[in-house]
Structures are given as structure tokens and as C-alpha cells.
């Protein structure tokens, strides 16, 4: 029997956090697993770090009930990795934190991609109040500190700039199924 544990995969916009939940979705034991998009219950206009705070902390124990229920979980989003790092050290837990990275052109790429209808502009500006360009840029800055930071907090990176949705979630599976076995 495995032991459960609570999973994170983070990173910025543009590396394939959602793309690889309904892979997750189709290749884990639901039985043993359950995967949550962080977003999933909504963002707020102009969502802020207070928000963003709260909701890791909801997750952190959306987690911790789970395991209680010998369920794994694993929740992919946008989590600053110092903010997951210090909420999951004061509640005394600790999730296995995956980070996917990319490159600059590809996060630009993929940002690009996501945001060129009116509905899809509209709601980027809805909860961020950025242009697609901005956002782009925002995101590339803050791609270099979050790489620099899962490095110190010794957190698992995987690149992303050359590979497909499906290879990205097979490569998290791996990690995934890897810690779930050591334990």
C-alpha cells in the first residue's frame, strides 16, 4: 500500500500546469488520487497575494483531509514557491512541490497562444488587469525567481520548452509515481 501525500505542481503561466491535469486525470488511480486545478473555484477580479495566500492554505488542507482518507492529492497552479514553502512549514506539512519551468520564448509563445480571443482577453484583464503582452512579460520576470527559489528550497524542476503536453504530464507521472513508491 502506498502512503498518500500532497502534491504541488507550480509554476508561472505558459508552462503547462493545466495541460497535464487531464493526463494525471486518466492515468491515476482515482481510488488514490485526486487532482485539483488551484483556480478551480474561481479568481477573483485582480486576484492579489492575500487571495492567492488563502487559497494555497485551502489546498494545504484539502490535502491533509485527504490523507487522512489515504487519498493522495495534487494541486496545479500558479503558487509562488516561498509562499507554499512557508504556509506548509507553519501548518507542519510537507508536500512534494514540482515546479514546470520554460524558457522565455516559449512562455511568451504559449501566453500569446492562450490570449487572442475577445473572451479570452477579457478575462485575462478581468483577473489580472493586464494586456496579453504585459502579462507575457510579467510572467517571463517572475519564471527567473521562481527557478532560483525552487532551487534553494531543493524543489523538483522540469523544463518544458521542448516538449509536448503529454511528455511534460509523463514526466511529472514519473516524479509523482517515484515519490509515491519511496514512502
Keep these: 500500500m502506498l502512503s498518500p501525500?500532497?502534491?504541488?505542481?507550480?509554476?508561472?503561466?505558459?508552462?503547462?500546469?493545466?495541460?497535464?491535469?487531464?493526463?494525471l486525470k486518466n492515468s491515476l488511480d482515482e481510488e488514490h488520487f485526486v487532482i485539483y486545478d488551484f483556480d478551480e473555484r474561481g479568481v477573483p477580479n485582480n486576484a492579489n497575494q492575500e487571495w492567492r495566500q488563502s487559497e494555497t492554505l485551502y489546498w494545504l488542507k484539502i490535502g491533509e483531509e485527504n490523507i487522512k482518507k489515504n487519498?493522495?492529492?495534487?494541486?496545479?497552479?500558479?503558487?509562488?514557491?516561498?509562499?507554499?514553502?512557508?504556509?506548509?512549514?507553519?501548518?507542519?506539512?510537507?508536500?512534494?512541490?514540482?515546479?514546470?519551468?520554460?524558457?522565455?520564448?516559449?512562455?511568451?509563445?504559449?501566453?500569446?497562444?492562450?490570449?487572442?480571443?475577445?473572451?479570452?482577453?477579457?478575462?485575462?484583464?478581468?483577473?489580472?488587469?493586464?494586456?496579453?503582452?504585459?502579462?507575457?512579460?510579467d510572467n517571463v520576470w517572475i519564471s527567473s525567481a521562481f527557478r532560483e527559489d525552487c532551487k534553494k528550497l531543493k524543489y523538483l524542476i522540469i523544463n518544458t520548452s521542448n516538449l509536448n503536453p503529454s511528455e511534460v504530464a509523463l514526466k511529472v507521472l514519473e516524479l509523482i509515481k517515484g515519490y509515491q513508491s519511496l514512502v
Excluded: M, W
Excluded at 501525500?5 to 493526463?23: E, M
Excluded at 520564448?105 to 480571443?117: L, Q
Design 5 to 23: 501525500k500532497i502534491f504541488f505542481i507550480i509554476g508561472v503561466n505558459g508552462v503547462g500546469k493545466s495541460s497535464v491535469i487531464p493526463f
Design 71 to 137: 487519498i493522495s492529492t495534487i494541486v496545479c497552479g500558479f503558487i509562488k514557491p516561498t509562499e507554499l514553502h512557508f504556509l506548509s512549514t507553519e501548518y507542519k506539512l510537507e508536500p512534494t512541490v514540482i515546479i514546470l519551468d520554460a524558457d522565455s520564448e516559449t512562455i511568451t509563445k504559449r501566453i500569446f497562444g492562450r490570449y487572442k480571443t475577445p473572451e479570452s482577453l477579457a478575462e485575462l484583464s478581468r483577473t489580472t488587469g493586464k494586456t496579453p503582452e504585459k502579462f507575457a512579460q
